[in-house]
């Protein structure tokens, strides 16, 4: 079993940077982080394979978020820069039993609650 906790989450004008979190605990391969907004679909923002080695990203936030995870304290992590109105949602953090990496949510087994990321002009 594997449990997710996010947090860093906020409330940031447009231009802004913030750094999400998400601590894991059990035992983690493929992450990625989610994000929905309102009456939108589930979408997937970046990934992370089980080492680091490799990352993903959407291209709506290329060149702005960067994905990390550190193995030894057990967290992932999403810096946000240049934060756009369109990148307000809430914000998942995901793991998969598999090691490699895809940007579908049917990859990934545990999810955590979400955290809320709120970009205002």
């Known amino acids: 079993q594997v449990k997710l906790v996010e947090s860093g989450g906020g409330l940031v004008q447009t231009g802004a940077s913030l750094r999400l979190s998400c601590a894991v605990s059990?035992?983690?391969?493929?992450m990625a982080w989610f994000r929905q907004a309102p009456r939108k679909e589930r979408e997937f923002v970046a990934s992370?394979?089980?080492?680091?080695?490799?990352?993903s990203y959407t291209d709506s936030v290329k060149d702005r978020f960067t994905i990390s995870r550190d193995l030894d304290r057990h967290t992932m992590a999403l810096e946000m820069n240049s934060l756009k109105l369109e990148d307000t949602a809430v914000y998942f953090c995901?793991?998969?039993?598999?090691?490699?990496?895809?940007?579908?949510?049917?990859?990934?087994?545990?999810w955590g609650q979400g955290t809320q990321v709120t970009v205002s002009s």
């Open positions: 995901a793991s998969s039993r598999y090691t490699t990496i895809q940007p579908t949510t049917d990859w990934y087994d545990y």
């Open positions: 059990g035992r983690s391969f493929a």
């Open positions: 992370i394979n089980w080492n680091g080695s490799k990352t």
